[in-house]
């Protein structure tokens, strides 16, 4: 299981970006997938997260300013950036879990995109 993220790149403060990441190989199920962040000499933090369900939650930081949402094949997941601010300014990784799979459940992570915000 391979999670593909595409998508980052460089954007004026006030611009957007789409972000994509597909979950490949042969999958059964995904449960909640989201994506992270992690700034020059941060921690990683979360960004969104949404659930099988298409529950969804944020951190206070992007609230009104990015939705997460899921494609119809529920293994892909998309985070819709926008009014982008040079704070926001990361690399940007998928994550999904309880990926179930032929040989068993596993969470796995994407190889991160960067996304830079210019002011």
């Known amino acids: 299981v391979q999670l593909v993220e595409s998508g980052g790149g460089l954007v004026q403060a006030g611009g957007s970006l789409r972000l994509s990441c597909v979950a490949s190989?042969?999958?059964?199920?995904?449960?909640?997938m989201g994506w992270y962040r992690q700034a020059p000499g941060k921690q990683r933090e979360l960004v969104a997260r949404i659930s099988s369900a298409g529950n969804t939650n944020y951190a206070d930081s992007v609230k009104g300013r990015f939705t997460i949402s899921r494609g119809n094949a529920k293994n892909t997941v998309y985070l819709q950036m926008n009014s982008l601010e040079p704070g926001d300014t990361a690399v940007y990784y998928c994550?999904?879990?309880?990926?179930?799979?032929?040989?068993?459940?596993?969470?796995?992570w994407g190889q991160g995109t960067l996304v830079t915000v210019s002011s």
């Open positions: 994550n999904a879990q309880r990926i179930v799979t032929y040989t068993g459940t596993l969470d796995a």
């Open positions: 190989g042969v999958i059964f199920s995904v449960d909640a």
